[in-house]
């Protein structure tokens, strides 16, 4: 006897975006499966699945936000729990991959964490990852398993297209973010600056703004990058622009953190708009006037499906996902 067994998508999510899960699902057309998540007196986080989900495809959505630590956990947790209930596929969705800044030694003794969460992936048993806008492209390289690098652009790309008229210069707030920003150019006819950043030698969050290579003097210039933290690598970036006569400063980035004091250097700096996507929740504490939040769960949505059905993820972008 030959049996054609029917594939079924399963969605689960953890508790640290829930809204944007909700939005996957109804891009979807399917229901959030419930996990069960709670703790115990001590901390311990305990899930348990409502339904069987032996022999399911099922898609674990995370993103991890503060504490970064307890999302990363739940997520892992979720994962093991699907292996030993059978599932035939697990696909972690991380719309922000916790530690991808460490994803190398800038100097002796220190770890590469990025790597290590990698590992911890895959120790957990996901057969595959999904995330979007990693800080370095090259983290997909510590998967033994499939990964799936999705990128925000066009969700900002078409932001810029309904809203920017005139002279548009696109920044990138350091060398490293070059690349991206040229690719942000190129799909929207626009010129490319670069600002000159230097951090100090065994510093965080500090950085100096030597100075800027491009023509920005009275242009709408648009720093594009993939993370606002604390904002002081947007603001050193927007003030030395400012400096250099742009009339009209705005700042957009896939992930917006906002550890503070980003939100009040960013209420002082000489920004007009902020703009970031949904990968992160924006706590009610956090939002200010300048702040605008766009959402992927359609980029999102449609890589699960095409992950389910077996058909090309870069397809969705044109063929091309790897800026």
Not at 7 to 24: C, D, F, V, Y
Not at 40 to 60: H, K, L, M, P
Not at 272 to 290: C, H, M, N, Q, Y
């Amino acid at each position: 006897m030959e049996l054609t067994p029917k594939r079924k998508l399963e969605l689960m999510s953890g508790r640290s975006n829930r809204p944007l899960a909700e939005a996957i699902a109804k891009h979807l057309g399917v229901e959030l499966g419930e996990p069960n998540l709670r703790e115990f007196a001590n901390g311990e986080i305990y899930c348990r699945y409502d339904t069987s989900i032996r022999g399911r495809d099922v898609f674990i959505i995370q993103t991890h936000s503060r504490p970064v630590n307890d999302s990363l956990m739940e997520q892992l947790i979720m994962i093991d729990a699907a292996k030993r209930a059978s599932a035939k596929t697990i696909t972690a969705i991380c719309p922000c991959y916790g530690y991808a800044r460490q994803d190398r030694k800038s100097t002796s003794r220190e770890p590469i964490t990025a790597k290590l969460v990698a590992d911890l992936f895959q120790a957990a048993g996901a057969d595959r990852v999904v995330s979007v806008d990693l800080h370095a492209g090259a983290i997909q390289g510590f998967f033994d398993v499939p990964f799936d690098h999705l990128r925000a652009s066009p969700v900002l790309e078409e932001y810029l297209r309904t809203r920017v008229d005139g002279d548009l210069v696109i920044v990138a707030p350091d060398s490293g973010r070059v690349r991206v920003a040229e690719g942000f150019a190129q799909q929207l006819n626009a010129d490319l600056a670069l600002v000159h950043k230097r951090r100090p030698t065994g510093t965080f969050n500090h950085v100096e703004v030597r100075h800027v290579v491009g023509e920005v003097e009275g242009r709408h210039c648009v720093i594009i990058d993939d993370m606002i933290d604390t904002a002081s690598t947007i603001c050193a970036a927007a003030e030395r622009l400012a400096d250099s006569g742009a009339a009209d400063i705005w700042a957009m980035a896939t992930h917006g953190v906002f550890s503070d004091p980003a939100v009040e250097r960013l209420e002082k700096a000489p920004v007009s708009r902020v703009v970031v996507t949904d990968t992160l929740p924006i706590p009610e504490g956090l939002a200010f006037e300048k702040l605008e939040v766009l959402s992927v769960a359609r980029i999102i949505a449609d890589a699960i499906n095409a992950v389910f059905a077996e058909t090309s993820v870069s397809e969705i972008f044109g063929g091309d996902n790897q800026l």
